[in-house]
């Protein structure tokens, strides 16, 4: 375990040592002052006539001790602390690093709350890893181990009955790792699990007020909390009665050594002043064994972090190469693709998107249609088969490449908060204020931005709640126009806008895809009646392909699909 973390240490480890050796020293000087006590108390022991200098200096030695124990103390833990911080930066940083290559989709599957407590409380944790139990630790267990070789030496019978404790302590000690290693995974994914359902309770507050889901949402936000209580006291629960146990037999050293060593002091077995000794040194090693001891019961929980965290990390990143885009146009071929989130949702489907042209695809809702523009994006490796762009596999270019030459324009519509104008840049960092400005006239924002009193200056708010959604819509076509990719995938927004924002909406994205490889996934059938080819997908199947006429006049699942939708929305609307 601190094998691992200490690989995230870098030009730290030294400090880390560092900070081991402080504390090693400081635990010696904790321990020391036993000693002196015992060359204060021997000479009545031996008979012989006690020094009054001689006992000053020893009476002086305990309080340096004492002052140099608590500077030592405190420089170890400042080394300690730098170095684990610089740690936890070290293993931040490279836990996004590794997120940036994992499959896109796959990390918006683990959840804001997963992802936020593995970013800062996880991490956080392995400082008591770091900053106490590896120096602090280490210090305290390894000066009581040399204090025990160093009580051989004086007598070997009344140190084996100083260390008769140990292996009952040590016992009761194995027995809490085994409890609480059966517990800490259900504690573990309850705090998840809470995490995930908060993240998501806040998120979804509008949507619970709205439709008056108070009590449900309530309900399910106070039932994970409880899980959460109660997995934490089942865990407790088990490791209680074992850390008590152990928390009292391994500091009392003396258990033994006290009543069968003054027996063999009776037998002249030993001697008084050695078993004096012994008791002395006995004392000095209780307190360093329960320091050391107060890390050792989160170690399980950090264990458990750190091989959650581990296997975070060791997820299969995505299929990509260094490569540029080297594709001989912007022909988009699905050639026999088969993709499962778990279960299988595509199976084999092959399609080709002619460069320049417009394919819409159409189906119920589940069909498989956003799985397919994801996998044209690149959140998630195919499962069999390939998508080639201008005849080049997506897994032979970089994922930058990639986003050089398409724009998703998806349902969720993220805004930073920030400005309107520095959301629409986001689509090409390098673009000149006029350029934004031009892309947002393009995208019908003009009409909103005169109204704001900053106007594309104006904040965007906490993802953009300033803005209605069909305003947000048209910043995020902004945005996409002015990184003018020759691909776009634009899934179209399902909820309802009105009547004016529609029209603007359907202008911008007009002007974005003008001259374009446009991959459509249309919920509004009306605005594709155009499309050069229209796919119907059926539980992860092309159930059926031609252009508008030809499937009315075919007859089947397209037909029924524009019956059903005229039924529910009539059809007499304009076409894009
Ligand atoms: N992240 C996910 N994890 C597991 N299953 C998923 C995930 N996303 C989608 N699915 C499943 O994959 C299937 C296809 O979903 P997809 O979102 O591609 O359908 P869709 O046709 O785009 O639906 P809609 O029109 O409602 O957006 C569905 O059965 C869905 O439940």
Redesign the pocket.
């Known amino acids: 375990m601190f094998k691992k973390v200490l690989e995230y240490a870098g030009e730290y480890r030294r400090t880390t040592y560092a900070s081991i050796a402080v504390m090693l020293l400081g635990v010696l000087m904790s321990v020391l002052p036993y000693f002196s006590i015992y060359r204060l108390i021997a000479p009545p022991l031996t008979g012989e006539l006690a020094n009054p200098g001689q006992s000053l200096l020893w009476a002086a030695a305990i309080a340096l001790c004492g002052v140099l124990y608590a500077l030592l103390y405190v420089k170890g833990l400042s080394l300690s602390h730098r170095a684990a911080y610089s740690t936890l930066r070290n293993l931040r940083v490279s836990l996004q690093g590794r997120l940036e290559k994992q499959p896109l989709?796959v990390i918006?599957?683990k959840g804001t709350g997963t992802l936020k407590k593995m970013f800062t409380d996880d991490i956080d944790s392995i400082e008591l890893l770091l900053a106490h139990a590896l120096p602090e630790g280490l210090a305290n267990v390894a000066v009581p181990f040399f204090v025990f070789i160093a009580m051989f030496f004086v007598d070997w019978k009344l140190a084996l009955l100083s260390l008769c404790s140990l292996p009952l302590g040590l016992a009761a000690m194995g027995a809490m790792y085994q409890a609480g290693t059966s517990k800490v995974g259900d504690y573990y994914a309850s705090a998840r699990k809470m995490n995930n359902t908060i993240v998501e309770y806040i998120n979804g507050m509008e949507v619970v007020k709205v439709f008056n889901r108070d009590g449900d949402s309530y309900r399910r936000f106070e039932q994970d909390v409880r899980g959460y209580r109660d997995f934490t006291l089942a865990w407790y629960k088990v490791c209680w009665p074992w850390m008590a146990l152990y928390n009292s037999i391994l500091p009392c050293v003396a258990l033994f050594t006290l009543p069968v060593g003054a027996f063999l002091v009776l037998k002249d077995y030993s001697t008084l002043p050695d078993l004096a000794l012994v008791l002395c040194m006995s004392f000095g090693t209780g307190a360093p064994l329960l320091r050391a001891l107060s890390f050792l019961a989160a170690m399980p929980q950090v264990s458990y972090k750190i091989h959650a965290l581990e296997q975070l990390m060791s997820a299969l990143p995505l299929a990509q190469t260094e490569a540029p885009f080297s594709g001989r146009d912007h022909t988009v071929t699905f050639d026999r693709v088969h993709f499962a989130?778990?279960?299988e949702?595509?199976h084999g489907i092959s399609l080709t998107v002619p460069e320049g042209s417009l394919t819409a695809?159409v189906?119920?809702?589940?069909?498989?249609?956003?799985?397919?523009?994801?996998l044209l994006v690149h959140y998630y490796d195919v499962t069999g088969g390939a998508i080639r762009l201008g005849g080049q596999d997506l897994r032979d270019m970089s994922l930058q490449a990639l986003n050089d030459q398409i724009s998703y324009v998806s349902?969720e519509q993220f805004l930073f908060n920030t400005s309107l104008l520095e959301n629409i840049r986001a689509g090409r960092l390098t673009a000149t204020d006029e350029e934004v400005m031009e892309a947002a006239r393009k995208a019908q924002c003009m009409e909103f931005l005169d109204r704001l009193p900053e106007g594309i200056h104006t904040m965007a708010g906490d993802g953009g709640k300033q803005l209605s959604g069909g305003e947000r819509q048209r910043i995020c076509l902004a945005r996409a126009i002015l990184k003018d990719a020759p691909v776009i995938v634009l899934?179209e927004a399902?909820a309802s806008v009105d009547a004016d924002n529609e029209q603007y909406i359907q202008e911008a994205i007009s002007e974005l895809c003008r001259g374009k490889t446009l991959l459509v996934?249309a919920?509004r059938l009306h605005t594709i009646r155009d499309a050069d080819q229209i796919l119907v997908?059926r539980d992860?199947r092309i159930a059926q392909r031609g252009t508008h006429d030809l499937l009315m006049e075919e007859g089947g699942p397209y037909r029924d699909l524009v019956s059903a939708r005229e039924q529910s929305q009539g059809w007499n609307r304009r076409p894009a």
């Not at 189906?363 to 994801?374: D, F, H, P, R």
């Open positions: 989709g918006k599957e989130y778990r279960e949702v595509l695809l189906g119920e809702s589940g069909s498989g249609k956003s799985t397919l523009a994801k349902q899934d399902t996934i919920h997908i992860g």
